[in-house]
């Protein structure tokens, strides 16, 4: 009888949570399937969630509509910039706060921390205006030029993992005739990759998807990144449905795919650091 | 060179990058921001002190006064749903099978880019043709609201999006904080003779409650950052229903160049998030448990 009774519970369970699950991921198909739609299938009723006919040549359309192909070179070319930059300047810093005494160490590190409890929404202002003076408005190095070189989070992260490699493996490296640097390129990196990984997901993916910094740097079309060619095509064809649609497919499919392929990491990455994307 | 010489000079040497970067885009910006909120400036001509003016206005403007009771209305729709929706699922998940499966799905909105999720959820929002509507008309037969473009449902409209996209966040986190108790105590009070509800309330919500502090803060200060979706799917209307205080700041900065009037604002919402993180961590001795 017990046996029985769990088994019925444990398929409620799962009834319950397919239906959530369905909930999560049915935008996901209304969004890629009415992209291959034609404007009568969207209004039709009863509804019906596949195309029929398909209507492919609507990802040609929306592709020509706007220079999706420009802001594809654009937000990948930023993103990746921004992970190579903040792997570099995050992880030698990092290494300095964990493994080199230095005056002033921890009055720093404390200041990175403090760092975490300003939203980027506070400092944008005077933020517009520095890189305003350095002549940045409207050029890529507004976006990857700050995300490069700060980030108290990718610094906090890394030297977490810093913090748990032993003295004793720098130290004989040194007694050795090791200079820091090549401790730090030599020994220390190597053993922090699982780390790296974790930061450059998070930041690729908080680069590609954000919409606040681009949306007030940026001024020219052609400079826009993804999220930004999204909202400008959902200015101009706001009744066109279908075209909307397949515009945010072609947006988010990218994203999307790497997500299948990585979920794993992607996702114990973010818990393990507990950041949003 | 002595050793500790050598060590000042690389240890700066190697914060240098990092340094400067916080320096310029982030502690002068913040300091900035401060200055900024006692001048008026419109980013052109000269700047005028004006004391604490600015903040004065801020309170008298019914501009700032929507933009705080929306984004407060807004938190408080979306931090205790999104939460006990999160732990609810992160408690289903933790000892199914196909747990990783399930977990693909939930976390597919949270790397998604806000404005694709903002363009397709207008979509199926659509008071009119929107897929939510037709289904009510089709299964239920009742004619759905406007949920985008009526001033009471346009907020709750946004919260149910803010909390769909975030829901996979907030319980991947939980999962993990569940994984990390041992089922020692599990097992312990089962020997005791204690049921599936006591175990719950006694032993997985208490141990769990570090993780549900850190959740209830990320949450709070994410719900006091809302712009995207709002700026892409009501553009802060109708009639500034949705307007929000990010929204606020942005329009004052890049719309009027009201530099001062935006950094006060700015400032404003920067004194509100620092006093509800306090707030949330004082209170917190109350009810986090760190087990030992």
């Not at chain 1, 009723?45 to 594809?72: C, G, Q």
């Amino acid at each position: 009888m017990n046996t029985i009774k769990l088994d019925f519970s444990k398929l409620l369970l799962h009834l319950l949570l397919i239906a959530v699950s369905a909930i999560m991921i049915a935008p996901f198909l209304w969004m890629v399937f009415s992209g291959l739609k034609d404007l009568s299938q969207i209004f039709q009723v009863p509804p019906s969630l596949f195309p029929h006919p398909w209507y492919w040549e609507n990802i040609h359309r929306s592709l020509t509509a706007m220079p999706f192909d420009k802001a594809y070179i654009n937000s990948a070319y930023i993103s990746v910039s921004i992970v190579v930059g903040q792997l570099l300047t995050c992880s030698m810093a990092a290494f300095a706060f964990a493994k080199i005494n230095f005056p002033f160490r921890n009055l720093l590190f404390i200041l990175f921390l403090s760092m975490l409890m300003v939203p980027e929404q506070v400092t944008i202002v005077p933020l517009y205006i520095i890189l305003k003076n350095f002549g940045w408005l409207d050029t890529h190095l507004s976006l990857i030029i700050p995300d490069s070189l700060f980030s108290a989070f990718g610094v906090f992260l890394l030297r977490q993992f810093f913090m748990g490699i032993p003295r004793d493996l720098s130290e004989s490296a040194y007694v050795d005739g090791a200079n820091m640097w090549t401790i730090y390129w030599r020994i220390m990196i190597p053993l922090v990759k699982p780390a790296l990984a974790a930061l450059s997901i998070i930041a690729f993916l908080g680069t590609w998807n954000n919409f606040f910094r681009p949306v007030i740097f940026l001024s020219t079309t052609d400079k826009y990144t993804v999220p930004l060619m999204l909202s400008t095509f959902k200015g101009l064809y706001v009744t066109d449905w279908t075209l909307m649609m397949s515009g945010s497919t072609i947006a988010v499919l990218p994203v999307l795919l790497v997500y299948l392929l990585l979920q794993r990491y992607i996702i114990e990455g973010i818990a393990m650091t507990g950041i949003k994307g | 060179m002595n050793p500790k010489r050598s060590n000042t000079i690389w240890g700066f040497v190697f914060i240098a990058p990092q340094l400067i970067g916080l320096l310029a885009f982030s502690l002068i910006p913040l300091i900035a921001a401060f200055v900024l909120s006692t001048l008026n400036w419109d980013g052109f001509g000269a700047a005028e002190f004006i004391g604490i003016d600015n903040f004065t206005y801020a309170f008298k403007n019914p501009d700032f006064q929507k933009a705080m009771t929306n984004t407060l209305y807004f938190a408080l729709l979306t931090v205790p749903m999104g939460i006990f929706l999160a732990l609810l699922t992160a408690v289903a998940l933790n000892n199914v099978r196909m747990r990783v499966v399930y977990r693909l799905f939930f976390f597919m909105p949270v790397v998604t880019s806000s404005v694709a999720v903002a363009i397709v959820w207008m979509w199926l929002l659509n008071g009119d043709f929107g897929i939510i509507n037709v289904l009510l008309k089709q299964i239920f037969g009742v004619q759905g609201p406007q949920w985008l473009t009526d001033l009471k449902l346009v907020l709750p409209s946004l919260a149910i999006v803010s909390i769909w996209k975030g829901i996979g966040f907030n319980m991947v986190l939980f999962l993990a904080g569940l994984q990390g108790i041992s089922r020692d105590y599990y097992e312990a009070s089962m020997i005791d003779g204690a049921t599936k509800r006591q175990q719950f309330w006694r032993i997985t919500l208490p141990l769990l409650s570090p993780t549900t502090l850190f959740v209830t803060i990320i949450a709070v200060i994410d719900s006091f950052k809302v712009f995207d979706t709002a700026f892409v799917m009501t553009s802060g209307g109708p009639a500034k229903a949705s307007y929000t205080m990010v929204y606020h700041i942005y329009e004052l900065a890049f719309k009027n160049f009201q530099f001062g009037k935006s950094s006060a604002a700015a400032v404003l919402l920067f004194v509100i998030i620092l006093f509800f993180t306090l707030l949330q961590t004082h209170y917190s001795r109350k009810w986090v448990h760190y087990a030992d």
